[in-house]
């Protein structure tokens, strides 16, 4: 079976300080992608970064980066020099067959001034 | 393009009236999908369409909801009666295809729907 999980709910983080949010996941698959997505107030969901399981590089998208541990099949976010518009709730999504996806539950970001 | 248009983007209705949800995906997507997002079950998966066909509905609640894809520019799902527990946000979403690489989801800007 194939799941995401996000281990932390709520997380709060001064601004421009860094915040890391968790997430693990089980697949049998060797070959795979790992999303975050990002969701506002606004309530859309807005890709933040991809990261394919073959590359050992870990992706970087401007001030996110995420520590991706195939082995233990870990996939964290790094969010540096927060700021007040990272506020969030931030999704964990594993492809699947058919190109859909598992999500994690959510990491609601507060991002404090 | 201007992305993945959903409408209405709020729909406030009685119970056991119909609700028509529309979805336009992004322009040369072959996927489209359906999911509902509440605070008790978080974001859920309804239904998945492929070059128009539904290929996985396993996660429509009910027969009350039904969803189709005449074309590939345009989707609906319908909820027939609505109840107060299919209140929600109802998210489209598209992607394009990639075999055998999965792709990014593109998401609408969701509806919220509320059934009193």
């Known amino acids: 079976a194939q799941t995401v999980t996000q281990s932390q709910p709520e997380m709060s983080v001064q601004e421009a300080e860094t915040v890391t949010l968790s997430c693990t996941y089980d697949t049998s698959e060797n070959n795979y992608y790992l999303f975050w997505y990002k969701q506002p107030p606004s309530r859309q969901m807005i890709l933040v970064i991809r990261?394919?399981?073959?590359?050992?590089q870990n992706a970087t998208e401007n001030r996110f980066s995420v520590n991706f541990q195939k082995a233990a099949k870990s996939f964290s976010l790094k969010i540096s020099d927060s700021q007040l518009g990272d506020t969030a709730m931030y999704f964990c999504?594993?492809?699947?067959?058919?190109?859909?996806?598992?999500f994690g539950t959510g990491t609601s970001l507060t991002v404090i001034p | 393009d201007a992305g993945v248009i959903q409408s209405p983007r709020h729909e406030v209705t009685e119970m056991g009236q119909e609700v028509t949800l529309r979805c336009k995906p992004i322009?040369?997507?072959?996927?489209l999908f359906w999911y509902r997002q509440t605070m008790m079950r978080g974001l859920e998966l309804l239904i998945y369409f492929n070059n128009n066909v539904p290929i996985d509905d396993s996660g429509m609640p009910e027969d009350r909801f039904s969803a189709k894809m005449p074309n590939a520019s345009f989707s609906t799902l319908k909820i027939q009666p609505s109840e107060p527990r299919d209140s929600a946000v109802y998210f489209c979403?598209?992607?394009?295809?990639?075999?055998?690489?999965?792709?990014?989801?593109?998401f609408g800007p969701g509806t919220r729907l509320t059934v009193l």
């Open positions: 322009s040369g997507h072959d996927y």
């Open positions: 979403a598209s992607s394009p295809l990639r075999t055998p690489e999965p792709d990014t989801q593109y």
């Open positions: 990261q394919e399981a073959y590359k050992q």
């Open positions: 999504a594993l492809p699947r067959s058919g190109n859909q996806f598992y």
